[in-house]
């Protein structure tokens, strides 16, 4: 596996990464791990992380879209260094890189109809030839093309050797220039191509580093093209160092989908409960590791990322590790902050006594929607709406029993787990039962449920009044 050490500490420019997304409607998992990978590296070289928006597609870019990008990365403390450069603002640039190239000499008009490339396709196709562009009005005057034909502008390719990348992930990669095509800069309605806005930003933006996914390796043979032919036409075109990172597999080895779990960021947050710090951490360990350790706060994650331990083959996504790292992450969080996060699912204003619950709500639970339905028959209203295992518990006996509970804690003075636990076990050893069989009936009666937190943690979060009035609403 090569290494970036080298590329990055010549002592000629400092570290300069970006970040690319386009607004698609949610920040793509596996978008967000190569930006965190992208902005760790930045971060971790005491270099610059930046932010692009890849905004050109208009239908797609709105709004909405570009805020879910925001927030998703706000949540999981991705904060760059300048503005974000939004893409379609950046048209005329763009246009005026490939001018400077056409008065070069090193890009051309193409004057061939739609008609006259699927033409030209076809006949490739029955020749079983490679599908690309011919080069037809490559060396052809203009001036031969009828008066106001429209026009693309292409980039003319090298006819002969080879291009090399020393990727920093996948070692040295090369193509063969004559299976470039003279790919096209500027479309006839005269907007710029991905190929061109992309080259012409990560130049502009100062880019060092490209740190993206492995489906762009391709395109960064013909990207590569567009800045050797701007070398010499202006400043600053040197060839960053690639790092093009292997893509997430679904647990099965398949690409990844929404079977997976492949999901926007914020699907993660609203929908399966995950905190940030849980994600940042699985997201790092997806394709990268340091020993052992399997648990990174963000500076631990700077000071050790570096993109030459990223794993050359695809990771595979495991929602089930990921569940379990975040019950992790909740047991370590703080109460009060969980009760804030419960709050808003649940809908109700008393943080104050989730928070009081929060330490022997959040033992098990392994995401937000866990602790949530842990904690729901805190506002539970009488009459208690039963599970069916619920109330399958509260048969003739079971009723007796809780008469005879509900009078024995009427008594009680002091309302804490010791006495309360004294007093049920007391109870119990006069019927000559273990506690089970009377802690079942008294959950069902108390949350509606036949799982909660341990019972005598239940009765003194509810408090004496309200355990005693769900008792007796359900006693004999």
């Known amino acids: 596996m090569a290494s970036m050490g080298s590329a990055q500490m010549d002592g000629k420019r400092p570290v300069v990464t970006r970040f690319a997304p386009s607004p698609t409607g949610f920040l793509h998992i596996g978008n967000a791990r190569t930006g965190l990978f992208s902005w760790l590296y930045a971060k971790h070289h005491g270099g610059k992380a930046l932010l692009r928006i890849e905004d050109t597609d208009k239908q797609r870019s709105t709004k909405e879209a570009i805020d879910v990008i925001f927030d998703g990365l706000d949540w999981l403390g991705l904060t760059f260094d300048d503005e974000p450069v939004f893409q379609s603002e950046r048209a005329d640039r763009h246009a005026q890189v490939a001018q400077k190239l056409l008065d070069a000499g090193k890009a051309y008009k193409c004057f061939a109809t739609s008609e006259e490339l699927a033409e030209m396709r076809e006949q490739q196709r029955a020749n079983k030839q490679p599908l690309r562009y011919d080069g037809r009005w490559r060396e052809r005057d203009p001036g031969e093309a009828p008066e106001g034909a429209p026009f693309t502008v292409r980039i003319k390719t090298p006819e002969g050797g080879e291009t090399i990348i020393e990727d920093a992930v996948q070692g040295r990669v090369k193509v063969d220039n004559r299976e470039i095509d003279d790919f096209i800069l500027l479309r006839a309605d005269g907007t710029p191509t991905y190929m061109l806005a992309v080259v012409v930003d990560d130049m502009d933006m100062g880019c060092t580093h490209i740190i993206r996914g492995d489906d762009h390796l391709n395109n960064a043979f013909r990207q590569l093209q567009v800045i050797h032919a701007m070398q010499g036409i202006e400043d600053g075109w040197d060839d960053p160092v690639y790092a093009h990172v292997p893509l997430i597999h679904g647990n099965d080895g398949a690409k990844l989908s929404k079977r997976h779990g492949a999901m926007g960021v914020d699907a993660y947050r609203d929908e399966l409960g995950i905190l940030p710090e849980a994600l940042f951490n699985y997201l790092l360990r997806l394709g990268w590791g340091h020993g052992d350790q399997e648990e990174f706060n963000v500076e631990q994650a700077i000071e050790l990322f570096d993109i030459d331990a990223v794993n050359k083959g695809p990771s595979r996504f495991d929602?089930?590790?990921?569940?379990?790292?975040?019950?992790?992450?909740?047991?370590?969080?703080?109460?009060?902050?969980?009760?804030?996060?419960?709050?808003?699912?649940?809908?109700?204003?008393?943080?104050?006594?989730?928070?009081?619950?929060?330490?022997?709500?959040?033992?098990?639970?392994?995401?937000?929607?866990?602790?949530?339905?842990?904690?729901?028959?805190?506002?539970?209203?009488?009459?208690?709406?039963?599970?069916?295992?619920?109330a399958g518990l509260l048969n003739d006996e079971a009723r007796e029993r809780l008469t005879a509970i509900s009078t024995r804690l009427k008594a009680e003075e002091s309302w804490t787990i010791e006495p309360l636990e004294a007093n049920l076990n007391a109870y119990a050893e006069e019927l000559g039962l273990g506690l089970g069989k009377l802690a079942q009936p008294l959950r069902a009666a108390l949350t509606g449920q036949t799982t909660s937190p341990g019972i005598f943690d239940v009765l003194v979060l509810l408090g004496q009044e309200e355990s005693l009035a769900r008792i007796d609403a359900q006693a004999a």
């Not at 902050?337 to 959040?362: N, Q, S």
Request: proline share 3%; no cysteine; charged share 35%.
């Open 319 to 390: 929602l089930k590790k990921l569940r379990n790292m975040n019950g992790h992450y909740i047991r370590e969080a703080d109460d009060a902050r969980l009760a804030g996060i419960v709050a808003k699912k649940l809908g109700v204003e008393d943080t104050d006594l989730l928070t009081e619950a929060m330490p022997v709500l959040k033992t098990r639970a392994r995401d937000i929607n866990e602790l949530a339905d842990g904690a729901g028959f805190l506002f539970s209203k009488r009459p208690l709406n039963l599970t069916e295992k619920a």
